[in-house]
């Protein structure tokens, strides 16, 4: 949700602002710009040139002059929230005089009143953007030193921020401040960096600082400074990415989303990774932070989480539950910080995010700690806000994930469930015997993945078949109905089909009025208990003429039979068939976007990051 990126030192600051922005263009890709410190010895006559257009990256990149020298500067990737979609409210905002240019990450809830004081001083503003207050407030402030006015300016603003700021009279200094919006500083060798993540300066630098909230920072080619909210200087702590530049490539898929559905059989197999105990049937997890006897102490789970998080949370809770035995609920973020919650003791709350910054998740995890609950992480983006404030938690290290519609985090976060439940399982009921047994068949879902995905050509095929449908239901029970959720969540968000995922025995009463021959129905079924059910649910909707697409065990012939068209899934024991049922529903999302000629990696309205609420 917006980028930020910020570079002084001896190379072209406008090449690297503009290809650390194409790195983080999965926060939002509305329109971009870019502040330079211009040169002295460089033609426009203006010390700060600021360079904005409306769409991609790539637009911006054409629009910058190939000769445009200076060394210092910071740029932005929008994702409106206040003002349209255009060049004037693209980032970065000026001041009248030029002075002074700032990009902003976040939204600045008080920015009409600060907009009437400061239009009341004589400030003409040009856009109808929030951010813009910022740049006028530091400009107001500003007595020769750019940190001073930029933490002047800071005692007005209310909301949430990750603010890069130059000024044309400092020379090779940026400034930056965290308030609820991630930044990073990358350091380098003679030259430093500013950004929202660190995708943005991986080819750079791997040495990196996490800023915390209230903190700011003054960037110079040699040198940082890192100050908290008391104006305390503050001993920075260098961290080392582990991620490498190919994670961040395509090689070689057409799409960011294609190739992350394709490397899922090796992440998971990361998130598994050293963490499978076979002798004793138990699950490592080095990063809880808790006690044997803490985590023998919970009585419940709950998890928060947002969007696909969510969905890997419900199939969480449903293992947990049945499994570990422990009641357990999945809800959502957003719901949950504005219903004044009951934290109980003994209650282990799981805050679940990809990217960690969500700020629904992060903002309902705050709640739960500010009463006592102890909230453990389930991250994959590692130094992350939720990863570092929550009291313990488990990476589940998908490396980095590109494309807006999550896919390879879902299974790895999957993978955590798994691991956890197992912990928590044979805490309690589990035998060691059936620890091994359930582990030895973790071990397997790597390959099995792998096999799911060798479907690709028949689902290719029946994406072309069902693309032009405008309607979809998606149904599955027990554990496959949020695996249904989840599979209409990718449809709608990459080919923009309308769909709807249900539980399957809940069609009866009302969604089956939507069944016609134009609506068709993927239906899950599962190996267990719950197969006839499912069976008698999809033989009600092809009695009412509804087209179904069924998803089974490559061994239920029987199913194959019914459906009108069939993916077979490998056979496994059913508590581990959400991986092979989740592969086929995002290859047809995938399949059915590409068909249409959708951007399948960006969206339209989308981010992958979302830190407002
Ligand atoms: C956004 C993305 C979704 C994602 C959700 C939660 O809405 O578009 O794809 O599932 O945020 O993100 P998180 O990073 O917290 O998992």
Redesign the pocket.
Known sequence: MCGITGYTGPKQASRILVDGLKRLEYRGYDSAGIAVQTDPADQRANALTVIKRVGKIASLRQAVPKDLSGHCGIGHTRWATHGEVNEVNAHPHADGSNRIAIVHNGIIENYLSLKGMLEHEGMVFASQTDSEVIAHLVAYHYDGDLEAALKAALKHLKGTFGIGCVCSQEPGRIVGARNGSPLVVGVGDGEMFLASDVNAMLAHTKRVVYLNDGEVVSLWPHDFRISDGDDQSVDPKIDHVTWELDAIEKEGFGCYMEKEIFEQPDSIERALKGRMDSEYGLAKLGGLNLSKKELHAMQRVRVI???????AGLVGCHLVESIARLPALAELASELRYRNPVVEPGTLYLS???????A??LYAMREVQRRGGTVLGIC??VGST?ARESDGGIYVHSGPEIA???TK??TS?LAAFYLLTLSLARMHDMSHHDGSLFLSQLKAIPGLVKRALEQRDLIQALAKKYCHCSDFLFLGRGLLYPIALEGA?KLK?ISYIHAEGYAAGEIKHGPIALVSPQTPSVFLVPNDHLREKTITNLKEIKARGGPVIAIASEKDLEVAAIADDFIPVPDCDSRFQPFTMIVPLQLFAYFCALELGRDVDQPRN?????TVE
């Not at 989480?305 to 969905?311: E, L, R």
């Not at 679940?352 to 969500?358: K, L, M, N, R, Y």
Request: aromatic fraction near 6%.
């Open positions: 989480a947002a969007g696909t998080s969510w969905h679940v995010s990809q990217s960690g910054e969500t629904d998740t994959n983006v939720i807006v519609a999550s985090a879902f976060q969540l968000e989308l981010a992958k990051s979302v």
